[in-house]
T-cell receptor, first 114, second 110 residues
Framework: AQSVAQPEDQVNVAEGNPLTVKCTYS??????LFWYVQYPNRGLQFLLKYITGDNLVKGSYGFEAEFNKSQTSFHLKKPSALVSDSALYFC????????????FGKGTTLSVSS | EPEVTQTPSHQVTQMGQEVILRCVPISNHLYFYWYRQILGQKVEFLVS????????KSEIFDDQFSVERPDGSNFTLKIRSTKLEDSAMYFC????????FGSGTRLTVV
């Protein structure tokens, strides 16, 4: 069965510094990987996904994620954090078969200080 | 960008009552999902729906839950007899390629 681990409950960075939110996964076959962001009292907003191709995926709001097959990781990154990036970030994985559900990590709270 | 719409945004119900949560998925999508998020916890998969039937469900989705797409537009989640532990945020989503989520319904069981 597939699973996702987000080892950090919270990540704190200063505005302007690079940020990384970690994610590792376990899935049979080729992984379909996703990052979502959730602002307080809001739904889940899609940031980016990896299915195949380049290991570095670019997404919304300047975020990118690096797929590493050997380490089974899909870390979310941004070169320069903004205070407005402060939110809850979820990594998710699904199997290759069409229509299978996303399995989410427990989430990482990103706090960007000014 | 098209949106997944959920109603109501917040529902309070008494324990033992039935509730129906409604979702209008994006019109040309074929796969539909319900997830829930208990306050402060991770997002959990409940059920997926394709071609007018359940295609996958989790162990959370027991006999008190049901889904249907009654009119080809709305996609509903029914909880037959609510329990306190059903209090959560319920999200609808559609499209497996890039799942788009609604803004959720906060269900409070008292």
């Amino acid at each position: 069965a597939q699973s996702v681990a987000q080892p950090e409950d919270q990540v704190n960075v200063a505005e302007g510094n690079p940020l990384t939110v970690k994610c590792t996964y376990s899935v049979s076959g080729n992984p379909y990987l996703f990052w979502y962001v959730q602002y307080p009292n809001r739904g889940l907003q899609f940031l980016l996904k990896y299915i195949t191709g380049d290991n570095l995926v670019k997404g919304s709001y300047g975020f990118e994620a690096e797929f590493n097959k050997s380490q089974t990781s899909f870390h979310l990154k941004k070169p320069s954090a903004l205070v407005s990036d402060s939110a809850l970030y979820f990594c998710a994985v699904r199997e290759e078969q069409a229509g299978t559900a996303l399995i989410f990590g427990k989430g990482t709270t990103l706090s960007v200080s000014s | 960008e098209p949106e997944v719409t959920q109603t109501p945004s917040h529902q309070v119900t008494q324990m033992g009552q039935e509730v129906i949560l409604r979702c209008v998925p994006i019109s040309n999508h074929l796969y539909f999902y319900w997830y829930r998020q208990i306050l402060g916890q991770k997002v959990e998969f409940l059920v997926s729906f394709y071609n007018n039937e359940i295609s996958e469900k989790s162990e959370i989705f027991d006999d008190q839950f049901s889904v249907e797409r009654p009119d080809g537009s709305n996609f509903t989640l029914k909880i037959r007899s609510t329990k306190l532990e059903d209090s959560a945020m319920y999200f609808c989503a559609s499209n497996p390629g890039r799942p788009l989520f609604g803004s959720g319904t906060r269900l409070t069981v008292v």
